[in-house]
């Protein structure tokens, strides 16, 4: 808005600097946010796609203002991104950056390695686990609303497919289910988890009737030259 109205050079370049400090600041703490707020895995991968978003976002705000600029005159552009970037600060309210913070995403490396007769070729699938849960009566609701947390879990870390089955003959029974391509992909699993992951974990044993355990199986897809 100074920029379209403000005539004296004295007080544009006091704007110019004030916008210069905040954009470096407000680019500062959206770096930091996007290093800090994924696990060491994927974090080359996420920031990539953050820097796409960003540098489309500039290119495309270049080409929309410009246009408009064109269009109308350069007053009507700069008022009109002004406008833009309030209206994008009140959206933008409820949302604060670092609530992440809170969650440890440091591996935890506490799941054991997967029991198998003999080696298994990496590329060898697709591969389907399956995690048996024996759960309290009392507690049903709570376990299904953290199994259901768990998806989005398991489907970080590669899974393309899950779903929780209640066993017909047994109601306390239940059965986590969920596919991956193959059994490299299922060995990343067991790298990627993460403190905020065994902590939920946690939570779903608690659910569980005392003395039991969490049953975990894998099965692997036949060999392709298997007769059938």
Not at 34 to 63: C, I
Request: hydrophobic share 50%.
């Amino acid at each position: 808005m100074a920029l379209a109205h403000l005539r004296d050079v004295v007080l544009l370049t006091g704007a110019m600097l004030l916008m210069g400090a905040a954009w470096v600041m407000v680019l500062s703490s959206l770096q930091v946010s996007v290093q800090t707020a994924l696990p060491e895995w994927v974090r080359a991968r996420g920031l990539s796609l953050y820097l796409v978003v960003f540098m489309g976002g500039m290119a495309g705000g270049s080409l929309l203002w410009g246009q408009l600029a064109t269009q109308t005159d350069l007053v009507i552009a700069l008022e009109t991104a002004a406008g833009g970037a309030l209206a994008g600060v009140l959206m933008t309210l409820p949302f604060r950056i670092g609530l992440h913070e809170a969650v440890d995403l440091a591996p935890s490396a506490h799941w054991p390695q997967p029991h198998v007769v003999d080696a298994v070729e990496p590329h060898r699938g697709p591969v389907m686990v399956t995690v048996a849960y024996q759960v309290q009566p009392g507690l049903t609701d709570t376990f299904l609303r953290l199994i259901h947390a768990r998806r989005r879990l398991r489907q970080r870390d590669g899974a393309f497919c899950w779903s929780v089955f209640r066993d017909a003959a047994d109601p306390s029974r239940y059965l986590e289910c969920f596919l991956l391509g193959s059994w490299i992909d299922h060995l990343r699993q067991h790298e990627r988890v993460t403190v905020e992951d065994r902590e939920l974990q946690t939570q779903i044993r608690a659910c569980l009737e005392a003395g039991s355990e969490p049953v975990v199986d894998h099965y692997l897809a036949p060999e392709p030259n298997a007769k059938l």
